[in-house]
C-alpha cells in the first residue's frame, strides 16, 4: 500500500512537470500553428543556465530559476520575432526553423559545457516521511512550484487581457486581427511564454534527474506523446493528459520496470489515434 | 527542340537521369582508388542518400516523415537475421531488406495516413523512438542493446563480397537500385504526388484517390529505407540499435531541405557535401549538427529551393 501511494505522488510529480511542458507546447501550437521541436531544447538551456548562475556566478538557487526562466523567455521572443515570424503560416518551414534551433541550441551546450554530465544538485535534500510513506522533499518541493505556475498560467490565460487576446488568436487569427489584435507583439508573447515555461521546467527539473547534452530529446518526445494523447492546440487536454503520462509512466515503472511504461504509453496513443485522432479533449485543428 | 532525345529526356526527367548516371559513374571510384578515406565518406554517402530518397518521397506529398529510422532498422535487422540462418545471397537479402519494411508499412500506413502535417510529423517521430523500445526489448530476435554481431558477408553470384572494394561496390548497386525505384515511382506519378503536395483536399475533391497514391509512397519510401538499412549492416557487419537512433531522421530531413526538395538531385547533393562536410569536423562529429542546424535556418529563410533549386534558378535567371 505505501508502495501505492508513493507512485501515486511520484506520477503527480512527473505530471505536473509534463504539464508545464505541454501546456508550452500545446500553446505555441494552438496560437501559431508551429510545431516547436525547440521544446527539449529549451528545457536543456533552461537547466544549463541555472546551472551555470549556481555555479560560475554562486547565485542563490531560486534567483538561479528566475534567471533561467527570463533567458529562456528573452531567447523564444527573439527567436520568433526574426525567424519564426517571416513564415508563420508555413507548417514546414516554421518546423525545420525550431528543428535547426533545436540542433543549434545543443550544438552549442555542448561546445560549451563538453559531453559529460554536470554536477548540479537541488539545495534542499531529505525526505518527507508520513507513516510508511517516503517522498524526497525535492519532488514535493519541484511539484509545488509546478502546481503553482499551472495555476498562475491558468490565471493569464483565462482572467487576463493578455490571455484572452492570445484565446482569441488561436481561436481565429482573422477575426482576431480583423478586431485589433496585434499578432507582432502577441505572437512573440505566446512564444516566450511557452518557452519560459519550459525553460522553468529544465531548471527545476535537471537537478533532480540529470544535467547533459541530449536531456532534451526524451522531452520533445513526452511532450510529442502528451499533447497527441491530449489533443493538439487543446490546453486542458494537454494538461490531462500530462497527468494520466506521469501516473503510467510511474506506477509501470514501479510495477514492471524498464521502459514497460513508455511501450503502455505508445500502444495508449497509437490506439487513440485509430478511434480518436484528434486527441482526448482536441477538435479539428488548422493543418492537423 | 521536339527531337526525339530531347522529347525522351523531358518524359524521363532530366534530374532523374542525373540521378541515375551519378550512380553509374560511382561504380568507377571504388574501381579507381583504395583510399581509406574515400572508401568511408563514400560508403556513408552512399547509405545517407538512399536513407534521404525514403524522406524524399514523402516531401513529395507535404509529409515530413521522421519514421526513415524505423523502417531502416527492419531492413538492417531483416538482412541480420537471415545470416543467422546463412542465408547469404545478394538477391534474396536485398528483396527481403525491400519487402519487410514496405510489408510492414501497409497496416501502419492505413494507421498514420489518416493524419495530415502536423500530426503525421508527430507520429512518425513517436514511431521511431518505438522502433528504439522495440529492438531493446526483443533481445531473443534482435540481441537487445548488444544488436547482432558478426553477420556472414553477403554472396553475389557465387562470389563473397569479403574485401572492401566489393563492399563498397555492392552499396554503389544499392544505391542505384534505390534511385531507379524512387526516379520511377516519382516520375510516373508525378502529376498525382504534386497535386497532393498542392491542396489535397481540392486534388480529392476532382476525383484523385489520395489514400491510394500516399499509401503506395508509404511503402515505397519504407522499402527504399530498408536498402538503406541493408547498406549500412552490409557495411558494419552488425546490426546495432544505436545506427538506427530515432533523431538520425533529423541527419536525412536536413540532407533533403538543405539539397533542394524539388528534384531527385536534392537529395543526392544535400547527403554528399553534408556528409563530406560532417567528415571535415573529423573526430568532432558531434558539431555537425550545429552546422545542419544553421545551414536548415539559411535556407528556410534565404533560398528556399535548397542547393539545387537556387543553382537551377540561377541558371534560369541568365539570358
Known amino acids: 500500500m505505501p508502495e501505492f501511494l508513493e507512485a501515486a505522488i511520484i506520477g503527480v510529480g512527473l505530471g505536473a512537470q509534463y504539464a508545464l511542458l505541454a501546456l508550452g507546447f500545446t500553446l505555441i501550437f494552438g496560437i501559431l500553428g508551429v510545431v516547436n521541436f525547440a521544446h527539449g531544447g529549451f528545457y536543456m538551456l533552461g537547466g544549463y543556465v541555472a546551472y551555470s548562475c549556481v555555479s560560475g556566478l554562486g547565485l542563490p538557487y531560486p534567483l538561479a530559476v528566475l534567471v533561467a526562466v527570463l533567458a529562456t523567455a528573452a531567447l523564444g521572443w527573439v527567436f520568433e520575432l526574426l525567424m519564426i515570424e517571416r513564415l508563420i503560416d508555413d507548417h514546414l518551414a516554421t518546423l525545420m526553423l525550431t528543428l535547426a534551433l533545436y540542433l543549434i541550441i545543443s550544438t552549442g551546450v555542448l561546445t560549451v559545457f563538453g559531453p559529460i554530465s554536470m554536477e548540479f544538485t537541488f539545495p534542499v535534500g531529505g525526505a518527507f516521511r508520513a507513516g510508511p510513506i517516503y517522498v524526497p522533499r525535492e519532488n514535493l518541493i519541484v511539484l509545488a512550484v509546478c502546481l503553482a505556475a499551472i495555476a498562475a498560467l491558468y490565471l493569464v490565460l483565462f482572467r487576463t487581457d493578455l490571455g484572452r487576446a492570445l484565446r482569441a488568436l488561436a481561436d481565429d487569427r482573422a477575426v482576431g486581427m480583423a478586431l485589433g489584435l496585434r499578432p507582432r507583439l502577441l505572437f512573440p508573447a505566446a512564444f516566450a511564454l511557452a518557452t519560459g515555461l519550459a525553460g522553468l521546467t529544465g531548471a527545476l527539473v535537471t537537478p533532480i534527474l540529470s544535467l547533459a547534452p541530449g536531456v532534451g530529446d526524451p522531452v520533445l518526445a513526452t511532450s510529442f506523446l502528451t499533447v497527441i494523447l491530449g489533443g493538439l492546440g487543446s490546453l486542458g487536454g494537454a494538461a490531462l493528459a500530462a497527468f494520466i503520462v506521469g501516473i503510467v509512466e510511474a506506477y509501470t515503472s514501479v510495477y514492471f520496470g524498464g521502459s514497460a511504461g513508455a511501450l503502455v504509453l505508445f500502444v495508449m496513443v497509437l490506439l487513440l489515434l485509430v478511434f480518436r485522432p484528434t486527441g482526448l479533449l482536441g477538435r479539428d485543428v488548422r493543418g492537423a | ?319
Open chain 2, 1 to 319: 527542340m521536339h527531337g526525339r532525345p530531347a522529347g525522351l529526356i523531358r518524359r524521363l526527367g532530366g534530374a532523374e537521369i542525373a540521378a541515375v548516371a551519378i550512380f553509374i559513374v560511382a561504380f568507377a571510384i571504388p574501381i579507381s582508388t583504395k583510399s581509406v578515406l574515400v572508401y568511408s565518406v563514400l560508403n556513408q554517402v552512399l547509405v545517407g542518400v538512399v536513407a534521404t530518397f525514403s524522406v524524399w518521397i514523402m516531401l513529395r506529398m507535404n509529409l515530413l516523415s521522421f519514421a526513415t529510422p524505423a523502417f531502416m532498422a527492419i531492413g538492417g535487422y531483416t538482412v541480420a537475421i537471415a545470416g543467422r540462418y546463412d542465408i547469404t545471397d545478394a538477391f534474396l537479402l536485398t528483396a527481403g531488406a525491400f519487402i519487410m519494411p514496405a510489408l510492414v508499412a501497409v497496416p501502419l500506413g492505413a494507421l498514420v495516413l489518416r493524419l495530415r502535417g502536423t500530426y503525421f510529423v508527430l507520429v512518425t517521430f513517436v514511431l521511431s523512438q518505438i522502433m528504439q523500445l522495440v529492438l531493446f526489448e526483443t533481445p531473443g530476435l534482435t540481441g537487445g542493446s548488444n544488436g547482432i554481431a558478426g553477420i556472414p558477408p553477403g554472396t553475389l553470384l557465387g562470389t563473397e563480397l569479403a574485401s572492401n572494394q566489393q563492399v563498397l561496390l555492392f552499396a554503389c548497386g544499392l544505391a542505384l537500385l534505390a534511385t531507379l525505384i524512387t526516379a520511377l515511382l516519382t516520375r510516373y506519378f508525378r502529376q498525382h504526388f504534386a497535386a497532393i503536395e498542392e491542396n489535397e483536399i481540392l486534388a480529392e475533391s476532382l476525383g484523385l484517390v489520395v489514400w491510394r497514391y500516399k499509401a503506395l509512397g508509404f511503402v515505397v519510401s519504407a522499402g527504399v529505407a530498408g536498402l538503406a538499412g541493408y547498406s549500412l549492416v552490409n557495411m558494419l557487419l552488425t546490426a546495432h540499435p544505436s545506427s538506427f537512433d530515432s533523431i538520425t531522421a533529423v541527419d536525412f530531413i536536413a540532407y533533403t531541405i538543405v539539397g533542394g526538395r524539388a528534384s531527385i538531385l536534392g537529395p543526392v547533393v544535400g547527403s554528399s557535401l553534408l556528409i563530406y562536410a560532417t567528415n571535415l569536423f573529423g573526430t568532432h562529429g558531434q558539431y555537425a549538427q550545429g552546422l545542419y542546424g544553421v545551414l536548415i535556418m539559411v535556407v528556410i529563410l534565404a533560398a528556399r529551393g535548397g542547393i539545387v533549386g537556387t543553382i537551377g534558378t540561377l541558371l534560369r535567371r541568365r539570358p
